[in-house]
């Protein structure tokens, strides 16, 4: 039997690079192109041994091979896609090759909701892994107690994070409609990528859909702290275990203390006392991602203590709150956060865990959800957390209607109005050069952006070691 061949059209997107890696893995021969091909996703690929095109070209698929994966981000007029289209190749998703290469015939645990999906996805793959489980997993993102982002294994478990965006130009449906779901985390649902979902109520019905997918023999572990999920669960066919801070779950989080480098809180199920948990993470947030976990990993039959050394020795995810540098008493944090509430309960978090400590947020309007006014009054509420914000220009502002653009002056206005200090400054180099002339020791800066922001975090930090000199 022949080995089968899958070209990547995209192959430097984080997910496309991921999925090669698990194709290789798994024995196929894999090859790929981007219109871009540079670390540090070129790196994985070389270490990896597949061959990636510059540029995209018919000659890419010459041998024909097995099957075309087009990713979601490449659209018709694509040079690989009209010779896919024109030669009758066979094409296929990201998502479809996930679902019967990886997925089938598995208990997929598939982690979903509007924010904190990588986290929890992480944090998932690690107790299981500490349980025995040895789950294969793809997380949108590098999980630092694996040093990947994906893992393929002869496990009877997939971990996966349930994207609700879009499967690829020829399927507009979500990704984790392709998941095969057997247990579900449905953390929580809030109006996002407003590029794609109109309003909200289509918004919801993608999670309805999910949610309907799930067997009667499956679990749904749900955040009823949003009151989205409380409504969506009534209409489940499985077992629904839930999970929450404010409401009146099954499992709760009480007694939360935020201490020096770590939380603790104390677990109840249905009122008795589960257990005491200690994890280096911050934020209620956090704190309901891990519930998310620990309700799932009794399901899955993992021993308390293995849960509980799970959470206590998880280290995040990079690019969530990761610590990129300390210079001069200035802490210079990475954070992914895009969505208003992402922000606000990131700086939140933050600022629990830096008591007493100058907040500087710098956000990137950079998502095209984030480019968009629709969010505006959210995200003047969300800054005022910070004592000051610096909000850059919007990326690619091409690509929105002006009239529909987030306005990055108005957000610095509403800052100086509400007692704190704002400024809009559009590029990374000018925001280092402001910052140079205000920035003490003890500061807390976090820069927010969902893409590379020009560098700005090493900027940062050379500026403050220049300081010293």
Not at 58 to 69: A, F, R, S
Not at 207 to 214: E, S, Y
Not at 463 to 469: D, E, F, I, S
């Amino acid at each position: 039997m022949s080995i089968p061949h899958y070209h990547l059209i995209g192959i430097c997107g984080t997910a496309m690079a991921s999925l090669a890696g698990m194709l290789k893995a798994k024995g196929c021969n894999v090859t790929g192109s981007d219109a871009n091909v540079y670390p540090p996703m070129s790196t994985l690929l070389e270490q990896l041994e597949i061959p990636t095109s510059q540029g995209f070209s018919p000659e890419n698929l010459k041998p024909h091979p097995d099957y075309v994966v087009i990713g979601n981000a490449i659209p018709r007029g694509n040079p690989e896609v009209e010779y896919t289209l024109n030669n009758k190749l066979r094409y296929v998703s990201m998502a479809e090759v996930l679902k019967e290469q990886f997925i089938r015939n598995r208990h997929s645990v598939v982690v979903t909701g509007t924010h904190g999906k990588t986290t929890t996805t992480s944090l998932m793959a690690w107790i299981m892994d500490v349980g025995g489980l040895n789950p294969s997993f793809l997380i949108g993102g590098i999980a630092e107690n694996f040093g990947v982002s994906f893992r393929v294994t002869d496990s009877n478990y997939f971990v996966i994070e349930g994207d609700e965006y879009d499967t690829a130009y020829f399927d507009k449906g979500p990704k984790f409609m392709h998941y095969l779901p057997t247990t579900a985390i449905v953390n929580n649902i809030e109006y996002d990528h407003v590029d794609i979902y109109f309003d909200f109520d289509f918004y919801k019905l993608a999670f309805r859909r999910f949610i309907n997918l799930i067997p009667s023999n499956g679990n749904l572990i749900a955040g009823v702290d949003s009151e989205v999920v409380q409504e969506l669960t009534t209409r489940a066919f499985c077992p629904v275990e839930s999970f929450g801070i404010e409401t009146q779950a099954r499992w709760q989080a009480k007694n939360i203390n935020y201490l020096e480098g770590k939380t603790n809180f104390t677990v109840f199920y249905e009122g008795k006392e589960y257990g005491e948990f200690n994890t280096t993470l911050v934020g209620n947030f956090n704190i309901r991602n891990s519930l998310a976990v620990i309700a799932t990993a009794e399901k899955l039959g993992i021993e308390r203590e293995k849960i509980k050394q799970g959470i206590a020795t998880f280290r995040s995810v990079k690019r969530r709150m990761e610590v990129r540098g300390v210079e001069v008493g200035v802490t210079v944090i990475d954070d992914f956060a895009h969505h208003p509430t992402a922000v606000k309960e990131t700086l939140l978090g933050v600022v629990e865990r830096y008591k007493g400590h100058r907040l500087i947020a710098i956000f990137e309007p950079r998502s095209l959800s984030a480019r968009r006014k629709q969010f505006q009054p959210a995200y003047e509420e969300a800054f005022l957390v910070a004592d000051m914000a610096i909000i850059a220009a919007l990326f690619e502002p091409h690509r929105v209607d002006p009239k529909d653009q987030l306005s990055p002056t108005e957000i610095a206005a509403k800052m100086v109005a509400g007692g704190k200090q704002g400024w809009f400054i559009p590029t990374a180099n000018e925001i280092v050069l402001h910052l140079e002339t205000i920035v003490k020791p003890g500061d807390v800066i976090i820069v927010m952006s969902n893409g590379g922001f020009d560098g700005i975090h090493e900027k940062l930090l050379n500026m403050l070691k220049n300081k010293t000199q």
